[in-house]
């Protein structure tokens, strides 16, 4: 059973978020580390926010204190964040954030991780026991965050759940908004020959499962891979949200090669500078790398049931992106 009391990092982000709102729903009392208590103004007063960030101490004593259950969702993603920047948040961040759940009597302690620390899949469908192959910083940054939790369950006194989503989308997300408009204006095309297998996950469906990590006793010290109720080919995927939005499918394919020597050029030229590429090797993942994933495992311990199918899911989340103008009226 979830304790009433429960922590949050990331609600700024879009899964921590969905997370935080659905808490407060169910009768919680959220704390919430932001930088700035004015971010959580769309919160309202349901949210105490502890000002401060990972990397203050004097802030993650607050953020636990009295807590019974702690979700991780923060953490950086951004292409044009350095290496070292990554570790320090995403991995020393989440090291520091164990040891002060622990210190201060948290029962369980929910990692959000990423099936990118799995990389491409190789044999699909992969599960959590397919092999590391994480392929960029950010990646290899989630990978090393989920090593510090897995010190902590091996050396004892915090329970520790671990969940990898999917590709999460829905209303709020705007990561996929480029290819809708893209779609929608005609204009989209394929890195590849869109074979490779893609799994989305619906983001209210990445919440139940992340608070199942969180209740079920035998969830504890365990990993669990959250998708959608299937994976499907790349092409089927651009071709579901073609139909969502009205559009014919993209069917222009054009080669991978250039676009790689390209992205390697555009990284090689604006990280040290500090900005983002236009073209990165981690953007043509998309169209490049096979994942796809069982949750067998997720349905079998947690009673994970994914309920919302991509058709549905993108009808929300399109009509979503309309209602706030990020795409035409239909």
Known sequence: MLGRRVAVTGVTGFVGGALARRLVADGC?????????GRLA???ADIEAVEGDLADAAARERLVDGVDTLFHAAAICQSQASPEAFMRVNVQGT????AAARAAGVRRFVHVSSVGVHGHVARPPGD????????????????????????????????VSIVRPCSVYGPGDTRMLKMFKMVAARTFFF????????????VDDVVEGTIRAATEAAAAGETFILGGPRYMPLADYVAAAARTVG??????????????I???????????????????????????????????????????????????????TVAWYRETGHLPAA
């Open 29 to 37: 009392r959220v704390k919430a580390l932001v930088r700035g208590s």
């Open 262 to 316: 390209a992205a390697r050029a555009c990284e090689a030229t604006f990280l040290p500078l500090g900005l983002q590429p236009p073209l990165h090797r981690r953007r043509l993942g998309f169209f490049t790398e096979n994942r796809a994933f069982s949750i067998d495992k997720a349905r079998r311990v947690l009673g994970y049931a994914p309920a919302v199918d991509v058709e549905e899911g993108f009808r929300r």
């Open 128 to 159: 959590e026991d397919s092999p590391f192959a994480a392929r960029d910083p950010y990646q290899t940054s989630k990978l090393a965050a989920e090593r510090a939790c897995r010190r902590v369950i091996e050396e004892g006194g915090l329970e």
């Open 247 to 260: 559009a014919p499918a993209p069917w222009l394919r054009l080669p991978y090669r250039p676009f790689e």
């Open 95 to 98: 090291a520091d954030l164990l």
């Open 191 to 202: 890195v590849g020959d869109g074979r490779p297998n893609f799994h989305p996950v619906y």
């Open 42 to 44: 769309t919160f309202g």
